[in-house]
């Protein structure tokens, strides 16, 4: 594989992508639980199944706080728990909300931990996703994603940034993160530009995944950073064609399987929270992100939409700000060559043009990744464990470290669906006489693993207390029509109501 020309091109771009790197370092800126009826939760199988389909907690302004949920509809309410640390909750819920799908607004001078307590079902903590550091505004939790098994990442265990760039105004809040290591990506030039603010009580651990730059002299306190654009990389398209090869070295060069297998396994290792960064918190630190959550389970849709999260939180504020640098000092220099105010003015606009595909991440760049994994390794887990070196017990001590909740459990049975996500369920039947005084009882046939609740009516309206298969019929029913509805529920499927037919109450 070492003399494949595609992997030869994959290491020259790495020699590039470092080069364009250290351009960034120097302007780098700081079923409901009924007692008479069966549901999941009251089975073994559904005991540790987090109900929850989706969850945020986002900023509205200052201290106020928006927390919302989806879960099945079979959830007839949701306890909202507010915390200060992702284990340290009060025992009365702040908010009750009887609806399966909902939000509540909350009030938190800092980050808000949040536990949703469904009607049924494991609790679920999460957390807003950024850290909201002015000076470090890439720094966010690597969590918080549902897997296609049902089960959640957590959050508050592993950190991702760019470069350690924090304030004064900004350590005393890093600090509370509970980081125990702290993993530079880097190079050695990058880091040697900007030093890395390690947080209290954290070990700082360099590894560099690009393995060039590195400095021979230990007391060097500059590093020399290209002024020019690398040469070949002279338009746009030029620059993109190298980031999507720098994806497919982070795959495949000696230097990045070595420092990602010491991050995956330092972050099975450690007792605190995790952080690992590069310099811009998008390229390197992408790919550790991506390729954890893929191994972890996280839909492709998901990782992809956590990749791209790094132009919200990047390109916006210190990669635009890199680009008005890179801009001005092209127009300076051209000024300083002779050229017009106009000249100078489209030379600094074409650089600015040139260098953006190095300030923002685009699908294609990660594609190429994920491509490279599934073309040499066939799956993520392989790429772990043929690729990095991490033994089945390492791969599957990550998941049980970063994963909460149980899988959701397979149907002994498959159910029978109309539509997809949509349960099949017949008409109830009613056996027995309908006169006052006699017993009616409702039979319905539903599929294997769902969860069954019933409610009897009146002329339409729900009878009181009437929610068992089998109702005897008081005085109070005589010349009313009597039907029973009944809802039918399996985790991870929307809810089916039947109703059956009524039938006229006789003295």
């Not at 630190?285 to 849709?301: K, M, Q, R």
């Not at 029913?477 to 006789?506: C, M, N, P, Q």
């Amino acid at each position: 594989m070492s003399s494949s020309p595609f992997i030869t091109r994959s290491r020259a771009a790495v020699a590039a992508f470092a080069t364009a790197s250290a351009l960034l370092a120097p302007m780098a800126l700081s079923g409901p639980a009924h007692a008479d009826t069966a549901s999941p939760a009251s089975t073994k199988a559904y005991a540790g199944v987090i109900p929850f389909t989706a969850a945020d907690v986002t900023n509205i302004s200052g201290s106020d706080w928006s927390v919302s949920w989806t879960a099945p509809a079979d959830v007839t309410s949701v306890q909202v728990f507010v915390g200060t640390s992702a284990t340290s909750f009060p025992t009365t819920p702040t908010t009750t909300v009887s609806t399966a799908a909902g939000a509540a607004t909350i009030t938190s001078a800092t980050r808000p931990w949040v536990k949703l307590v469904a009607s049924y079902g494991a609790p679920l903590v999460i957390s807003t996703r950024s850290l909201g550091l002015a000076s470090d505004a890439n720094l966010r939790d690597a969590g918080g994603y549902r897997t296609t098994t049902g089960q959640w990442v957590k959050e508050g265990v592993v950190l991702r940034s760019q470069a350690l760039a924090i304030s004064s105004g900004d350590q005393a809040a890093f600090n509370t993160l509970g980081i125990s290591t702290d993993y530079d990506l880097r190079t050695s030039c990058e880091a040697i530009q900007v030093p890395d603010v390690v947080p209290t009580g954290a070990t700082r651990v360099h590894l560099n995944v690009m393995g060039d730059g590195a400095i021979t002299d230990p007391n060097a306190t500059t590093c020399a950073a290209a002024s020019q654009i690398p040469a070949g990389m002279n338009t746009p398209a030029a620059a993109a064609a190298m980031m999507t090869q720098g994806e497919v070295a982070f795959v495949d060069s000696s230097t990045a399987k070595t420092a990602y297998q010491a991050l995956y396994t330092g972050i099975l290792g450690d007792q605190g929270v995790s952080l690992y960064h590069c310099t811009a918190g998008k390229d390197r630190t992408g790919w550790a992100s991506a390729a954890l959550l893929t191994l972890l389970g996280v839909p492709a849709a998901d990782v992809m939409r956590d990749y791209l999260l790094s132009n919200t939180y990047y390109l916006a504020g210190a990669g635009q700000q890199t680009l008005a640098g890179i801009q001005a000092s092209a127009h300076d220099a051209a000024i300083a060559h002779g050229a017009t105010e106009d000249q100078a003015a489209a030379a600094g606009a074409a650089a600015a043009a040139t260098y953006t595909p190095l300030m923002e991440v685009r699908a294609e760049y990660l594609q190429a990744g994920l491509t490279q994994v599934k073309t040499e390794y066939g799956s993520m887990e392989n790429y772990f464990e043929k690729g990095l070196g991490l033994t089945r017990t390492q791969v599957d001590g990550l998941r049980a470290k970063l994963l909460t909740g149980a899988p959701i459990p397979a149907a002994t049975t498959a159910p029978v669906h109309v539509t997809p996500g949509k349960i099949a369920v017949a008409k109830p039947t009613l056996k027995g006489k309908a006169k006052v005084g006699a017993k009616v009882t409702g039979t319905v046939k539903t599929p294997a693993g769902t969860t069954v609740s019933y409610q009897w009516l009146a002329n339409g309206k729900a009878i009181t207390g009437a929610t068992k298969a089998k109702l005897k019929l008081t005085k109070a029913l005589k010349g009313k029509r009597v039907a029973l509805r009944v809802v039918v529920a399996e985790s991870g499927y929307t809810s089916s109501t039947v109703t059956s037919k009524a039938v006229k109450v006789k003295a």
